[in-house]
DNA sequence: GCTGTGAATTCCATTATTTGGAACTTAATT
DNA sequence: AATTAAGTTCCAAATAATGGAATTCACAGC
């Protein structure tokens, strides 16, 4: 059975919100969110030993990192001695959350493209190579919003993705395309930059992307970019669905809701932030 | 209109989470960690200036501090200058919320209670003198779970905190005292260790705690109180809503189906995590 | 109960980063 | 154009992080 209609491929790209390729100049601070991320992104719980694997550091010098990141509540250690992530963390992402102007913005409008179109709504934001999801409005079941919303998924197999690709800018985009690591998820994923920009060329003049079970094998999408003229917005909003029950055309014909829906998210965010951006 | 029956007091208190009479022996990251906490506990986004303000540092420190933060994606920059919470943190949240065992194990113990009461069921945990809330079942309305989810709220003038508090040892209930700074939310706030001590010898003899309009005027709860042997959790379970339609005879009601409901997911925990616990 | 093995923790001289005052640049205001 | 405030950069001194080695701890096998 499918739960929800959304790819859930949360655990299957490492690291996906660092830019592995450029390492950043945060000195100590940035070493500390390598280890966050470590400890985050990983399946299970780590022990000492598990982290001393993948972190490159002396054990004395993991050993005080990992000491000032639990102090932190950032993550926790428990009693079989394995480090979790820490719930502090969630107290800074509700506040992250519940204060975001572009959602909040958004908001009433992802509940009418619901209501239009009987599937999963999804908003999105690139964040580097990334699309974290921002809100989710979905049907009949108990929602479980965590489980996807501020998930980070790949931008190059994901709907939202690569329609926040279609409108970046040229260099921008040049400058993002190396820090891509294709990953196949599934038969129809693209796994290198040349199909990848065809695909987003077409998506430019269309204004609408498909994702084609590129991420998740039976779920399909429709996206639509959102975008503010300064460039300090890129993301897009999404209809998903089973496959079975979305076909191409009903995908096509929902193209067009989905473009008038991010034409008034953009409309209204001019407003709210002022006529420059 | 009541929105949800649950108290939406988020901005509330400050710094909650972090244990302002002693400060951390973390080094670097502590000192980031406060601004961090400055910059997502407050109202709005925060420009350099008003953060000079609050966090006692040297300007150029701080520009230093914030730009590594900036960098990292733990706070956003925007286009006025000012400074807001970063998305990055959402996606640390997700996967800490996703996996989450005490959370998973409750899950459909806490949709049971929802179907037995009718009303809006929390599941929080304590964290320094703070609840955070894992997860929440609610009836009809289109849920905004991170309005609530992730939230840390005071243990005192909380249901689930008061439960908490319970069952906490002497001598760690004695330690944690001192860090309580006492806000009046409402007229039936306690504001003193002395009130909230007597209260709580009453909440370990009946196994059962209620908050009677003490942190959002006209919202009500009872609670029972969660816990592992060995202290590693320490959390409870509520039932809250609007107290024009919950008598304090209906939460007495309630008050046993909540403990058999806090008893089954001990159980549960006992079995799943190792029985030493 | 003793011993051996691997894991985790502590120690401290060396090294690198952070600090903070002041000078400087930029943006806004009169 | 002058004035003031806001934000940014600089660098010697102060502080914190580093990392190799020694120590302690946990536990399985004899």
């Known amino acids: 059975m499918i739960s929800s ?45 598990d982290i001393l694997a993948l972190a490159n550091q002396p054990r004395g010098t993991l050993h005080r990192q990992l000491g000032h990141l639990v102090e932190e509540g ?46 999963t709504v999804h908003l999105g934001v690139l964040r580097g190579s990334s699309i974290i999801y921002l809100d989710k409005v979905e049907g009949h079941q108990p929602v479980r919003m965590y489980s996807q919303i501020g998930n980070a998924s790949p931008c190059y197999c994901t709907g939202v993705g690569k329609a926040a690709l279609s409108i970046l800018p040229s260099d921008k985009l040049r400058e ?53 003229d300064d460039g300090s917005f890129i993301g897009g909003v999404s209809v998903t669905g089973p496959a079975y029950r979305l076909s191409m055309e009903l995908l096509h014909e929902w193209a067009v809701p989905i473009q008038v829906t991010a034409r008034k998210i953009m409309d209204e965010m001019r407003i709210r932030l002022g006529p420059r951006r």
Request: proline share 5%; hydrophobic share 45%; with cysteine.
């Open 5 to 49: 209609g959304d790819s859930m491929a949360q655990a299957d790209d490492e690291s996906v919100l660092r830019d592995t390729g450029t390492p950043r100049d945060t000195g100590t601070l940035g070493k500390l969110m390598v280890l966050l991320d470590l400890v985050t992104h990983a399946d299970a719980p780590l022990r000492f030993t």
């Open 74 to 119: 950032l993550i926790e250690l428990d009693a079989e001695g394995r480090y979790a992530p820490g719930l502090r963390l969630l107290d800074f992402a509700s506040r992250s959350w519940a204060r975001n102007e572009f959602r909040l913005i958004a908001a009433p409008h992802l509940a009418a493209l619901h209501r239009r179109t009987g599937e």
């Open 176 to 228: 993002l395309l190396p820090s891509l690591r294709f990953t196949r998820f599934t038969p129809a994923t693209h796994v290198n930059a040349e199909t990848l920009l065809v695909e987003i060329g077409e998506i430019a003049s269309a204004g609408h992307a498909f994702d084609r079970e590129e991420h998740e094998a039976g779920i399909c999408c429709v996206a639509a970019p959102i975008w503010s």
